[in-house]
C-alpha cells in the first residue's frame, strides 16, 4: 500500500483533529501517502482534497470540529454518486480509506467496499457513541464533560431558586450520552430512550424528594425522548413547583477534546494504519474489554449496540 | 450602626456568594453583627435567617447562585407583606439592610425604605448589567465568558460544516450581554431589542459574506428581541443554507465567578457597609467611571441604563 | 454487615468526594449504615467521626478533595496505633472499612487487615495510576485533563516565541500520568522512569525537528525522573535555543472531578459496598478489561503496575 | 495614510490576536492596507512580514499567543538596527506602526520616532498591566482568570490535607496581577513588591488564623519579591506546619483570551486606527476612568505605574 484517504463524514465531533493528524503521521512514518478529501463524501465525488503531511496537521490536536470539513450529501446516496467517488479514489491511487465518522458514514464505507478493491476502514467518531463493535467513540468522553460542566453551572441556579431544571443532552435516538451524564451529574432522574419511564414515575419521584427535603433538582433527559417542554409542563402542574427547561444543544459537538478523545484518537488511528499496512480492511477499529480492536465494517453496519441500563439502576441508588 | 442584614433577590448571579461574604467580613472588621436573610425578601415576612460570621462565609468565594438562596415573592409586593419585613427587620435590630440584586430588588429596597428608617443599601448584581447607576454588575463578566466560551465550541461545528448558527444569549429586556458577547465571539450579527435590525439586513449581511468566502457564521441575538426561530427559518429560506438555532439558557446563570466578578463583589460590598458606617443609606452602589461610587437608590430606580450601541457599529466593522 | 466505615487516606484525587457520596447512598439504600472517619488514618486512632447520611453528602459530587480530609499519619505505622484504629472501629461496630487511596492506603489496609476481623475494600483513588489491579484510578482522568490544558496554554506561548518548553507532570515515581499527557498533548518527547531516556537522545530529536521546521516544542517530563532544571540548561547549551521549564505541581490534584472520574468512583463504590454485603472482603475494586472487578488486597498490594510503553513507541510516530 | 504597519513584542499575551485581527479589519473599512512584521522587531529588521487582510485574520479572535510571533532582538537596541527597521517600513511605505506589546515595546517605538516620521501607536498588551496610561492591559484579566481557576484548584487540596500553600503568580517587578489574584481568590495573604511584607507578619497572620480555627491557607505571592522557597521554609519552621509552594509559570501566559480581554483588544484597535486616521501618532491607547483614550507614547514611557494597595488593605479586612 502506498497511497491512503481519510475522510470525515457525518456529524463532527471533538477529536476528529486528533484522528486525522496521527492517521497522517503514522501512515508517513509507515511511508504511505495521504489525501484528504473535504466535506465528507462531496469532497470524493467533487475530488475536492489537500495532500496531508506532518506538518500541515501540526497544531490541530487541541481543536474541535474536522479541518477537512463535513457535510451531508444526498448525491453519494445514489449508486451513481458511489461511481464517482471511485473514479476519484482511483485517480488518487489510494488502496485504502479511512472514515472517521459514526454508523451512517460506515454505512456509507460498506456500499462503497462493494463497487470497488479498495479497503476501508472506520475510525468510530461521534458523540453520540452510538457504534456497534467499540465501547466508547472518540468525541464521548468530551460531549459528556461539556454536558457535566453546564449541567454543574446549571445546578447553582436550581440550588438557589430551589426548582426542578429539566436538561436535555444531544445522543440522537440513543441514551448513551444522557446515562453516563445523569449519573455523573447526580441527576435525580435520567430518561432515556431504551428505558420505558413514565411522567408517572418521575412524578412519584420528585413528590419523594420534597419529602426527603431535596429542594432542587435535576432530571436529565436524552434528546431520542422527546416531548421536553411538555413534561416539563406536567411535572410543573402535578407538584405545584417551578420547573425549567434547558436544551443543551450543539455546545455538546463542539470544543477542544478532552485527553481521553484525543488518545482514543491517537490510538484508533494507529491501529487503523496498521490494519491496512496488514492488507485487512473492511473493518472498524474499536476500544473492546479496553483493549484497542477491530470487528468487520459489515459486523458493525448490522448490529445495534446496547445501552448500559445498569447505569439507571445505579442512579437510582445513587438519588436515594 | 451595630446591626445589618444581608438579602439576596432576584434572578442569581455568580458573584453574590462572594458579595455576602465580603459584607459580612468587612461588617465584622467593623464591628458590625450580620444577619443573612434567606429566600429573597420571604425571608424578611417569614423570618427565616441565619447569623453570618467570617466563619461560616468561609470556602463561598467561588461559588455561583447564592448560599442564602432568592425566591418569588409575591406577599411583597403588598404593603402587608413589606411589613411583616421591617417588623422582621425591627426584632433583629437590623439598623442598615443590604439587598443584592437587580433593578426589580432595588424597586423593593425603594418600597421598604418609605414605611421604616432602615438604611437601604444596593448591590448590584444580575447577569444582565440593566441597573442604572453602575457601568457594570456583579455576575456580568462571568456570563459573558459562558457565553463566549459555549459559542467557540459551537464555532467548531459551525465552521465543519460550513453553517449559519443563531445563538440566543440572555439578558431579559436588554441587550447589554448579546452586544458583548457578539463583539467577541466575532459575530457576523448582534441583534439586540435597542436596535433595529430587519431580517432583511441580516439575510443581505449574510449574502455579501458568501460572496467574500465566509461560509460559516454566528448571529448573536438577545433573548429580549425574540423570535430566534422564526428568524432561523426565514434566514434558511432567504439564503438556501441550512441555519441551526442554540438557546444558550440557563447556564449563563450559574458557575463559578470570574477574577473580575468576585473583584466587584468585593469592593462593592466594602463600599456598602462603608455607606452604612457613614450612616449613609438609601443608595445604590456601583463602578462609574472606573471607580466604585455610589447614587441615590431612587435615582437607580427611577431611571433606565442605555445600552453602549458603539459596540454593533464596531462590530460591523470587526466583522467585515 | 450493618455498619461500614469510609476513610479517604493518602494524597487527595478529584473524584474522592463522589466515591464518598455514591458509599453513603448505595450503602444506605441496602440498609447499611456509614461512619466517616476524618484525616484519614489519624481520625481512626483519634475517634474523630462523622455519620454519614443521603442527605450530608449531598451537593459534594463536582467537589475536589476529600470533605473527610487526609493526612498523614505516622503514628498508624506502628502496631500500637494500629490497635487503637482496630479499638474506635469496634466501638462503632464496623465491620467492613472502605479505605479510598493509593496504594500506600491498600497497605495500611492490609495491616490493619491483619490484627482484626474488619473487612477492607480498596478504591483506587489517586493521580498516579499507580495501583496493581486497576487499569485507572480515580482522578487520574482529571489530572490529565489539568494538564492537558495547561500544556495547551503553554503550547501558545511556545509557538508564539518559537521556544522550547520542558513541562513536569506529576506521578511519583511512575510514568503513568507522563505518557498519556504526552502523547494527548503532541509533546515532541516524553520522559518517563521506565524508559531510559538519554538528554542526548533528547537533543538528537529536537535538532531534527529544527531541520524539519519546527521551531517550537513541548517535552513532557514525569517528575519522577527528576533534574528537569539541569536538562533544561543542558538541551539550552546543545541546542543553542531558548527552553523554558514550567512545573505543573498541585493545580494537577484539585479540580471538579471530569466526567470519567465521578463515574469511575460511583462504578467502583457500588463494587465495594456489594462485596462487603456479599462478605467479600480484603479486596480492592478496580477497572480491568473494560469491566468493574476486583483482586485481593494482598495481591494488589505485592505487585507494581506495568507502564504501558507502546503509548511512547506511538509518540514516536506521532511527533515524526 | 494608506498603508499601516502592525508588530508584537515582548512577552505574548492572550488577546494578542483579538488586537491583530481588529487592526487589520477596521483598517481595511477604512480604506487602509495592513502589513504585519513577524517576530517583533526582527521581522522589522529582516524584512519578514506578511500582508493581512481581512479574510487571512478570522478565526484567531479566541487564539492565545501571537499569530505574528514575537522574539527578543537585541540589534534593535542599536542605532543600527532601528535604522534598517525604518528602511523595511519606508520600503512598505508604511505610514503608521501599531505596537502590541508592553512597556519595553512602547520604548522600542518612542525610539524609533525619533528617527523617522512614521506615526507609532502603542496597544498595551502584557499580563503583568504595568503600562502607564491604561487601567488595564489586554491579557491581564485572563491571566488573573487563569491564576484565579488554579488557586481554586490548589485550594481543594489545601483545604483536604489542611495546609498551608504558597502560589507564586507573575508579574515581573510589579505586584498588579498578585493583588488581584490574592482578593478574588480568597487569599490569608498577598505579598507584593510594592509593600514591604515581612516574614515575621505573615508568621503572625497564620498563627492567628490557626487560633481562629482556620487550618489551611493560600498565599499569593507576586514573582517580583522572589525568595519564596525561602520564605516556604521560614513558615514550615515557624509555624510547625506543612507548607506547600506552586509556581505557577508560563500557563498565565497562554490559553483563549477572556471576553474582557478580546473587548479591549478590539475597542483599542478601534481607537488606534482611528489616531492614524486623523494623524495623531506617537500616543499609547488605554483604558482611564472607564473609558477607551489615549496619552502621549513619551508619557507612557516616562512613568511608572502605581499599583491600587487598597486592594491589599480591603484584602485584610477579607481575611479576618
Known sequence: ?????????????????????????????????????????????????????????????QLGGTILHTARCLEFKTLEGQEK????LNEHNVEGLIVIGGDGSFRGALELSKICNIQMIGIPATIDNDVYGTDETI?????????????????????????????????????????????????????????????????????ENTRKG?????????????????????????????????????????????????LLASLFAEKAVELLCENQGNRVVGLLNGKISSIALEESCGNSKPVDTSLLRINEMLSI
Chains 1, 2, 3, 4 share one sequence.
Request: hydrophobic share 40%; aromatic share 4%; charged share 25%.
Open 1 to 61: 500500500m502506498k497511497t491512503i484517504g481519510v475522510v470525515t463524514t457525518g456529524g463532527d465531533a471533538p477529536g476528529m483533529n486528533a484522528a486525522i493528524r496521527a492517521v497522517t503521521r503514522i501512515a508517513h512514518w509507515k511511508g504511505l501517502t495521504v489525501v484528504g478529501f473535504e466535506r465528507g463524501w462531496e469532497g470524493l465525488i467533487t475530488n475536492t482534497f489537500r495532500q496531508l503531511t506532518p506538518r500541515n496537521v501540526g497544531g490541530i490536536i
Open 85 to 88: 467517488a471511485v473514479k476519484t
Open 139 to 207: 468525541g464521548f468522553d468530551t460531549a459528556a464533560n461539556t454536558a457535566v460542566m453546564e449541567i454543574d453551572k446549571i445546578r447553582d441556579t436550581a440550588i438557589s431558586h430551589e426548582r426542578i431544571f429539566i436538561v436535555e443532552v444531544m445522543g440522537r435516538e440513543r441514551g448513551f450520552l444522557a446515562s453516563v451524564v445523569g449519573v455523573t451529574v447526580g441527576a435525580e432522574v435520567i430518561i432515556v430512550p431504551e428505558s420505558h419511564c413514565s411522567f408517572d414515575d418521575v412524578v412519584k419521584t420528585l413528590r
Open 214 to 262: 431535596k429542594r432542587a433538582g435535576i432530571i436529565v433527559a436524552a434528546e431520542g425522548c422527546g416531548k421536553v417542554s411538555e413534561m416539563a409542563k406536567t411535572i410543573e402542574e402535578e407538584t405545584k413547583s417551578e420547573v425549567r427547561l434547558t436544551i443543551l444543544g450543539y455546545v455538546q459537538r463542539g470544543g477542544t477534546p478532552t485527553a481521553r478523545s484525543r
